[in-house]
């Protein structure tokens, strides 16, 4: 995306996508550290599945994704995705962001660094409630929490405005790490709605872009 | 006779259950979550399968070495703990682990119908083999019962936010660079491992118990998973405790009792959980 600054720290070559048969094919796409991308499409067109083949949880059909060593990812998943009748407080869904490879065990500190960003994003007093009571926005910023406490270099997040009201929609726009900030993680999101990108100074991407749709 | 003065009668029995119990219910937490509250009944048959095929497979090839239950157990334990393995390692698609489930539960039982005309064992030694016996345990099997309810109690403890990341939203633990499937065959090995001694040890009946009932009460009351752990290894622990000690007082079938009684404690589980959310909503 934005050649001007030096640090890849993601690049797709010749990408081919999907969950066994192809969806799209020849995706080509470099991230920079500080990229602010906003990635449209339609439904079915295989956005999420990009998303989940960069972050490696989903092999990709051909081509390969290259990542600069040692990149940390965060990762907000869409909000279905995420059994929400599972017994965990807003804190202990924070505190396993710090979890990853080589990082298995969290103690009192990564508890406290997850209280602290908690209270950044103005969840402080929902700490021990469990999540699944929590409101669909307080759910969504504690997913994004769970993120941005692993202090990523690339931020990846699946739709999260599906659900929202129009309030909540604006204060994510709060929440999110600022453009141009030093060591400022570059973010990937997907969404419907391109005005939510202009808000957030985000250069809206067709899908359709990157690589050839397979027509079935 | 005083129960306690009988403890030369039923001490390593009591010991095994407890510890047992206690690490069903740690394992079997994630079993309710994981929506798959039938995989220790399939275990315990598919470990009683492994038994059965043992037996017919030694006794076919004039192999039996001292009183030919090792290669059976060892049989017992590769199936249990293998099935579940492969289970956890088996990505999730739509409902294939319900299904494997019950493919596993019904071709095991009808397998150890089957070869059981083939083995010529006394039929009661076969079945304490496949089914425990929970009012007699040798020291062997409790030192086993020891061991195996340690090492899972351990991984439990310790493994307790891997586990639960992983199986609450596993798509970011996978994005966050953990290793999904191989946490998953751990866990899911795990349970094999416990409940295929539970099985061999007190009784498959007790081994579905522990490990559903408990879990289903701690969830009921807590929202905290170290809490839910915690109440649900405690809780049946003490009601295997006694359960046993009922058993010895009444002269009652000590699987039947030990059942009973995490069962009632279940119900007053959930019954104080329903008092709270009722007393809560009317404030």
Same mark, same amino acid.
């Given at each position: 995306m934005n050649s001007s600054r030096s640090e890849i720290l993601l690049t797709a070559v010749h990408l081919t996508i999907g969950h066994g048969k192809p969806i799209r094919r020849n995706i080509e796409l470099r991230i920079h550290r500080g990229d602010r991308i906003g990635l449209m499409g339609p439904n079915g067109s295989g956005k999420s599945t990009l998303l989940r083949t960069l972050t490696g949880t989903l092999r990709p059909l051909g081509g390969h994704v290259e990542r600069r060593p040692k990149t940390t990812i965060g990762y907000v998943p869409q909000q279905r995705n995420v059994d929400i009748l599972f017994p965990q407080t807003a804190l202990e869904t924070v505190t396993a962001g710090h979890l990853g490879a080589g990082r298995l065990f969290p103690g009192r500190r990564e508890r406290t660094a997850a209280l602290a960003q /908690?209270?950044? /994003?103005?969840l402080r007093e929902c700490a021990l409630a469990p999540f699944r009571t929590l409101s669909g926005g307080q759910r969504q910023r504690v997913l994004l929490a769970r993120a941005l406490i692993r202090r990523p270099d690339l931020l990846l997040l699946d739709e999260p405005t599906t659900g929202l009201d129009a309030e909540t929609m604006v204060q994510l726009k709060d929440f999110l790490p600022r453009s141009g900030s030093d060591g400022s993680p570059a973010i990937v999101l997907i969404s419907h709605l391109s005005e939510l990108f202009t808000g957030l100074s985000m250069t809206p991407l067709q899908i359709g872009k990157l690589g050839e749709a397979v027509v079935s | 006779m005083n129960f306690f003065d009988a403890s030369f009668l039923w001490k390593?029995?009591?010991?095994?259950s407890v510890l047992l119990a206690a690490a069903c219910a740690m394992a079997g937490v994630y079993a309710i979550l994981r929506r798959v509250v039938f995989l220790p009944a399939a275990l315990s048959q598919f470990s009683g399968f492994g038994v059965m095929f043992a037996f017919a497979l030694t006794e076919a090839a004039h192999a039996t070495h001292g009183d030919g239950t090792a290669i059976p157990l060892a049989a017992s334990f590769c199936c249990g703990i293998?099935?579940?393995?492969?289970?956890? +390692?088996?990505?999730e698609?739509?409902?294939?682990?319900?299904?494997?489930i019950g493919i596993v539960w019904v071709l095991s039982s009808a397998f150890i119908v089957l070869i059981a005309g083939a083995v010529p064992q006394e039929s009661y030694h076969?079945?304490?083999? !496949?089914f425990g016996n929970a009012v007699v345990v040798a020291p062997s099997q409790m030192w086993t019962a020891i061991f195996a309810s340690g090492a899972v109690i351990l991984l439990h403890v310790l493994g307790r936010s891997v586990f639960m990341f992983v199986s609450f939203d596993e798509e970011t633990a996978g994005a966050h660079g953990?290793?999904?499937?191989? !946490?998953?065959? =751990?866990?899911?090995g795990s349970?094999?491992?416990i409940i295929a001694t539970t099985t061999k040890t007190i009784g498959a009946l007790p081994a579905f118990a522990f490990a559903i009932l408990p879990g289903c009460g701690a969830l009921r =009351?807590?929202?905290?998973?170290?809490?839910? =752990?915690?109440?649900?290894?405690?809780?049946?622990?003490?009601?295997?405790?006694?359960?046993? +000690?009922i058993s010895f007082a009444r002269d009652l079938p000590t699987g039947a009792c030990a059942v009973t009684v995490t069962g009632t404690m279940t119900l007053l589980m959930t019954g104080i959980a329903e008092f709270h959310s009722r007393c809560r909503n009317r404030v």
């Open positions: /908690l209270e950044q /994003l103005g | 390593e029995a009591v010991i095994s293998g099935g579940a393995v492969l289970l956890g +390692w088996k990505e698609r739509s409902g294939s682990r319900e299904s494997f076969v079945e304490d083999l !496949i953990l290793p999904t499937r191989l !946490i998953n065959a =751990l866990l899911f349970m094999g491992l =009351l807590f929202s905290s998973t170290g809490a839910i =752990l915690a109440v649900a290894g405690v809780s049946a622990g003490l009601c295997a405790f006694a359960g046993y +000690w």
